[in-house]
């Protein structure tokens, strides 16, 4: 559960995702500390994960056009900066190309 937050909260600034959203999701961080304890996820948080999943696979990562040029794209975190290799056109559905 930690290791799959920890990802989610990590790509969240380029998902479009807001912490207020994730909130129950980390919410169950609070829960029982022990490895083995069992977790019932409850019709919210299998929603949120959900929206994440969608999210992810809105955004996925793409093979580079030779024709275009190659942008280096720095997000600012609260943690830490995250750098992103991207290429934009106007013409695709989504302009922008996550590679």
Known sequence: LQKLLGTINWVQPLLDLNTQMLAPLFDLLKG???L???LC???ETQ???YRVEEA???RKARCVEEHLPVNVYVVMSQQQPIGLLAQWNDKW???LYFL
Request: hydrophobic share 40%.
């Open 32 to 34: 029982d500390p022990d």
């Open 36 to 38: 083995l304890s069992s």
């Open 41 to 43: 996820l409850t019709a």
């Open 47 to 49: 929603q949120i994960l």
């Open 56 to 58: 992810i696979s809105a």
């Open 93 to 95: 559905k989504d302009p």
